[in-house]
């Protein structure tokens, strides 16, 4: 009894659990004014999933940004805000694509931001590039949208979007920043499934560039 409690607590429903009448009136309009137990209950449904999906959702949120427990979600944290299935996990064909697009969103890669780490290089700005000559750290963001090794490739990727958005997406006009999140991110519009599959199409050829390319697709940490 005492954790059948804990969990209407948890989730803000202890006047629930005080009085078990008040979920004909959960949310002070009888329901949504509903008529009949089926209102009720699909109210019910909703009004609950909600109440959990929020909690859990703040939870989580505070959980990656916390930077000294999970170094890794250094960029995952700066777009992902919803707990949810995102889409470029629903593109058709290109596994690699999406397992390295996976690998850059979690942080958990083979660029020099984490392979610098682990060879024990402490701070980050030191963990250089060693696929250009601007001296500065290889982290997701400049290999995806500023390393010059990629430049054709990337210049290739900006038209294909403009291309299959019909103009709406011309990332020329962005700043880094909004480039780097619409690259990691997509457009969260009618053209994300064909833009995350340029996309990942993208990052197939720019890890073939990469000097520690290995054809083992298991050499990816995910």
Request: net charge positive; charged share 30%; with cysteine.
């Amino acid at each position: 009894m005492h954790q059948k409690k804990k969990v209407f607590n948890r989730y803000g429903l202890e006047k629930v659990w005080r009085n078990h009448n008040s979920v004909f009136n959960l949310d002070g309009k009888n329901n949504n004014g509903a008529q009949d137990i089926n209102q009720h209950k699909n109210f019910w449904k909703r009004f609950i999933t909600k109440k959990i999906m929020h909690f859990e959702e703040q939870k989580w949120l505070q959980l990656i940004n916390d930077r000294e427990k999970y170094p890794k979600l250094r960029t995952y944290c700066l777009f992902k805000t919803k707990l949810r299935l995102e889409d470029y996990l629903l593109t058709k064909g290109n596994p690699w694509g999406r397992q390295i697009l996976t690998s850059l969103r979690s942080g958990t890669n083979k660029l020099m931001i984490e392979k610098g780490r682990w060879m024990g290089i402490q701070k980050e700005e030191d963990r250089l590039c060693l696929q250009c000559d601007l001296k500065i750290a290889e982290s997701e963001k400049h290999f995806l949208i500023a390393c010059p090794k990629y430049e054709h490739l990337r210049v290739d990727l900006f038209t294909k979007i403009i291309n299959v958005s019909n103009g709406k997406w011309n990332l020329t006009n962005y700043t880094d920043q909004d480039r780097f999140l619409l690259i990691i991110n997509g457009t969260q519009d009618k053209f994300n499934l064909k833009v995350f599959t340029l996309i990942q199409n993208y990052l197939e050829k720019c890890y073939k560039l990469r000097n520690d390319y290995m054809v083992d697709e298991r050499d990816i940490n995910l």
